[in-house]
């Protein structure tokens, strides 16, 4: 019996690994300044992030329509196949809720997995999933394989404003008047399915002196299988940091995208996410 795999747009996966991997995308929805689009086929990550910083309220980004997980799921399993359906942690988004509502009254069986991270992090557990699935593997299997890659990944997020954060209501609004009056920045931490914040200080100093012990934790991690490196319209930083860890990781093809709407939307210009896993 074969295994196919679903996740929701915010995964980080370039088009060739969606191709090469038959993953199937059930897309999120955006809204800017009273005109929706739909994530990976009207607006394009870049476009996004230019669209944010000209519109003129806070961008809004919603979860799939329970129909969309039904029908999916439903074609999937016409032919009996079981379906295994990743999606991003339940601290940014109910996708997860509503991809487990739809297993429920779908024909077919379903499986739903909070993969508990998202972008990058969340299509380090779509690939490995669909690399067993591909070799038929069992539905058992193809999970147990998500959890340990979930187990041993890493995301840290450095933010260069809260307004995007309070904004969206990731943090209390008098914390982030004070913090964005005072030129704070803060480096995330996705750990255990939560937002945790690691660092808090004034300008940017803060954010790369915590980077720098992350790169220490990195070197002494010679296991680490894929790196991953988003942004929110800071390629030049995002560079930086490639260019940094990249001669600890010789043969590795580190991986430099703009980030998915949703994470835009909270992290802000000028976000920065650094991902890896290891076994």
Do not use: W
């Not at 919603?62 to 999916?72: E, N, T, Y």
């Amino acid at each position: 019996m074969a295994v196919k795999i679903v996740t929701d747009s915010s995964a980080g996966l370039t088009d060739a690994e969606i191709e090469k991997y038959h993953i199937t995308i059930v897309p999120l929805t955006v809204m800017i300044d009273d005109v929706v689009y739909v994530e990976r086929q009207t607006i394009s990550n870049e476009e996004f992030a230019k669209k944010m910083e000209t519109s003129k309220v806070f961008p809004k980004t919603s979860q799939p329509p329970l129909g969309d997980f039904i029908k999916v799921f439903d074609e999937l399993g016409a032919d009996g196949s079981q379906i295994v359906c990743l999606n991003m942690l339940e601290a940014i988004s109910g996708t997860v809720h509503t991809a487990e509502q739809a297993a429920t009254i779908s024909k077919s069986d379903v499986t739903v997995v909070d993969s508990q991270t998202t972008d990058r992090g969340l299509a380090f557990q779509v690939i490995e999933a669909a690399k067993l699935a591909e070799k038929g593997a069992t539905k058992d299997e193809v999970i147990a394989r998500t959890k340990q890659v979930r187990d041993h990944s890493k995301l840290y997020m450095g933010v260069m404003t809260l307004d995007n954060l309070v904004k969206g209501g990731r943090l209390n609004r008098v914390a982030g008047a004070i913090s964005n009056l005072l030129n704070i920045k803060i480096v995330l931490e996705v750990t255990g399915g939560k937002l945790e914040i690691r660092s808090k200080g004034r300008g940017t100093k803060t954010i790369s002196r915590y980077f720098d012990k992350v790169y220490d934790q990195m070197k002494q991690t010679p296991t680490i299988k894929s790196i991953g490196i988003s942004h929110v319209d800071a390629q030049e930083t995002a560079e930086k940091i490639r260019d940094t860890i990249q001669p600890m990781f010789p043969n590795l093809n580190i991986l430099i995208r703009e980030t998915v709407p949703i994470i835009a939307a909270h992290g802000g210009p000028g976000a920065f996410a650094l991902m890896y896993y290891y076994d």
